[in-house]
T-cell receptor, first 116, second 115 residues
Framework: QQQVKQSPQSLIVQKGGISIINCAYE??????FPWYQQFPGKGPALLIAIRPDVSEKKEGRFTISFNKSAKQFSLHIMDSQPGDSATYFCAASRWGSGGSNYKLTFGKGTLLTVNP | DVKVTQSSRYLVKRTGEKVFLECVQDMDHENMFWYRQDPGLGLRLIYF???????EKGDIPEGYSVSREKKERFSLILESASTNQTSMYLCATHPHGTGGPSEAFFGQGTRLTVV
């Protein structure tokens, strides 16, 4: 049972281009949507996160767009750089304090390659 | 600097062996997690613990157990290793907050091969 669907599985972008990764979720109890970035040989690290009380969040070149009615959210990487080449995971969890609220349900991941 | 340390980067075990994967954190976080990462499947939650001696099953607990005797240490146990448990195992921690989720901190992973 896949509760967070992520696409595409892989993405190749030229330097300076825009990278877009999409995710869709099924569980309406999800209320917190982070993106994690993973470089080879490393564990994932938090990149950016959003709550559905806003439709967009921007941090530098990274933007999350959120559509609550469609149960979809996406990551946009502007001016993509070779150093952005990594695997990106979208995730979802409930919002609230307490252990079970910190459980993350991950998408399957997107391998991004930015060519110089 | 935040640190989540997994005891081994690479491990090769034989089918039927009992395998222990250890995770230690120095951040005093209440919550600890074990995920399994497989190509094309993403990260899947095996078990998590929100306090010492407390544990809850994740999405794929079959064939695994866990132990948390001290706050800083969370162990994943494969009771009888099988080849389908060959995978990358990731430990993560999360602080307890009064609001909601924040950042989960991951270790570098243990790549386990069962032969």
């Amino acid at each position: 049972q896949q509760q967070v669907k992520q696409s595409p599985q892989s993405l190749i972008v030229q330097k300076g281009g825009i990278s877009i990764i999409n995710c869709a979720y099924e569980n309406t109890a999800f209320d917190y949507f982070p993106w994690y970035q993973q470089f080879p040989g490393k564990g994932p690290a938090l990149l950016i996160a959003i709550r559905p009380d806003v439709s967009e969040k921007k941090e530098g070149r990274f933007t999350i767009s959120f559509n609550k009615s469609a149960k979809q959210f996406s990551l946009h990487i502007m001016d993509s750089q070779p150093g952005d080449s990594a695997t990106y995971f979208c995730a979802a969890s409930r919002w609230g304090s307490g252990g079970s609220n910190y459980k993350l349900t991950f998408g399957k991941g997107t391998l991004l390659t930015v060519n110089p | 600097d935040v640190k989540v340390t997994q005891s081994s980067r690479y491990l090769v075990k034989r089918t039927g062996e009992k395998v222990f994967l250890e995770c230690v954190q120095d951040m005093d976080h209440e919550n600890m997690f074990w995920y399994r990462q497989d190509p094309g499947l993403g990260l899947r939650l095996i078990y998590f613990s929100y306090d010492v001696k407390m544990k809850e099953k994740g999405d794929i607990p079959e064939g695994y157990s866990v132990s948390r005797e001290k706050k800083e240490r969370f162990s994943l146990i494969l009771e009888s290793a099988s080849t389908n448990q060959t995978s990358m195992y990731l430990c993560a921690t999360h602080p307890h907050g009064t609001g909601g989720p924040s950042e989960a901190f991951f270790g570098q992973g243990t790549r386990l091969t069962v032969v």
